[in-house]
């Protein structure tokens, strides 16, 4: 019997085949327990900008009407047993100077910048990650994550609006994301989802200067609701003091004859929020109401005054042809009580200032991934001239 056996370059040719078909069920193999994943979202709006108690009018193209644009990378590793470790490194940017941050203080990664495990356990994270207050804030007002034009977050997380010489403080301190924390979310139960939160000062000094947080969700069929309690005193993304109490609200009493003011620093800031949404189809309910309360920095003040805010926020959010129509207002009082004479030496004192501020928008959807949006929206605070924004804006999903 005679044998035919393969050349030797055939057989080079198998033995390299099967090699390249071993590394690629290998390959495929490794993939499968592991997916990076590259997304984002570019926002801008053109508009005519004028917020309560600021001088002018401004004419800009600027970023992140019902979106801050961002970008980053988020991944997952399969650990096998149900276990699974995971990143997150996304970041701020203004696609319309193309400068990364939604301000100059931003890090590149300053959206988030974490990694983690996952399970039945939960999950748990180390890094910059969400603050107490990002979820419930935006899911419970119509114009979710918008700082530019949702009357919520202008009142509580913004600097927009002025009064007297005074730039408008956001009176929840501690920004959207917290840096050097700890953050682990419990497994759902019963319809609820519990996040607890703690960031720490690394700093020499006064000890116990951490924030920490909780918040929790739940959601079932039309309702939804949740709530958040953060204490905060260290600010974010960066901290600058390196010993003593950092300054997380300030707020300022003036005289109504001379205009002379006295300002009130805080070191501590505590907030409490509950929020509710309810889904009738047709229209979609949502409210909320919030309760800041501030530690002054100076042992003095602290004992002499008493210094808090509140915010209440009505919205509705209504489907409309291939869009929805969306209106939210929000009123918020900061207060400070004590005797002002000793430090203002005048018995006609304002130590106290409101600001009511509604937005109406339609939010139209060309695709899955493309939004155009157009926002009207109203400011008022205490004693200052109004202002009124008009914007037309687009944002895309990647």
Known sequence: MTYLMPSPSLARRKIASAAVLAVSLLSTHVFAQTTVEVSGTIDVYAGSMKRSGEGGRTSAVDSS?????????????????????????????????????????????????NVGLSGAFGRISFGRDLAPNFIPTLRFSPFGGSFAFSPLELHTQTSAGRYRSQAWSPTVSGDTGWSNAVMYVTPELGGFTTSLFVQLGEQAGPSGKNNYGINTMYESGPLSFGAYFQSVRVNNPTDAVSSGPSEVFSFTPYSRVTGTGYTLSASKNDTLFLGAAYDLQFIKLFGSVSRSQSSLARARDDRQFDLGSNTLQLGVSAPAGRGSVLFSWATTNVKAEGDFSSVLADPDIRSAITRHTASLGYDYFLSKRTDVYAVLSHDRITEQSP????????????
């Open 387 to 398: 202002g009124t924004s008009v914007a037309l804006g687009i944002r895309q999903r990647f």
């Open 65 to 113: 009407g019902l979106e801050t644009s961002w970008w980053g990378f988020n991944g997952t590793e399969d650990l096998g047993g149900g276990l699974r470790a995971h990143f997150s490194l996304s970041g701020f940017f203004r696609p319309d100077t193309g400068i990364l941050g939604r301000g100059d203080m931003d890090a590149m990664f300053s959206r988030s910048a």
